[in-house]
């Protein structure tokens, strides 16, 4: 069974940094892409960045030049560095894997239960 645990998030002011971690266990993990997610306060979730088996990235335009996805596949880990922090960035953030299917990427593991992110003005 495939467990995805995120950590790293935390309360910080604008303009900071954080960088998030998903660990992932119970996956042969280098052959599935992996994706971050966020849910801000009453607001659908929404996709950040992505990244395939082969470290090609993708990321939402609202993030684009501000957050860097990663992986290590001998850690079984994803990373999420997140700079230039923003108040409209304040969210849970989730990781998942899951797939390409053309451009589009669809999450096909469990949602972790997420790491908070707050960033003060």
């Known amino acids: 069974q495939v467990q995805l645990v995120e950590s790293g998030g935390g309360l910080v002011q604008a303009g900071e940094s954080l960088d998030l971690t998903c660990g992932v266990s119970?996956?042969?993990?280098?052959?599935?892409?992996a994706g971050w997610y966020r849910q801000p306060p009453r607001k659908e979730r929404e996709l950040v960045a992505t990244?395939?088996?082969?470290?090609?990235?993708n990321y939402a335009d609202s993030v684009k030049g501000r957050f860097t996805i990663s992986r290590d596949n001998a850690e079984n880990t994803v990373y999420l560095q997140m700079k230039s922090l923003k108040p409209e960035d304040t969210a849970v953030y989730y990781c998942?894997?899951?797939?390409?299917?053309?451009?589009?990427?669809?999450?096909?593991?469990?949602w972790g239960q997420g790491t908070q992110v707050t960033v003060s003005s």
């Open positions: 119970g996956s042969i993990f280098t052959s599935n892409a």
């Open positions: 990244i395939n088996s082969l470290g090609r990235t």
């Open positions: 998942t894997l899951g797939t390409f299917i053309g451009t589009a990427y669809y999450p096909n593991s469990r």
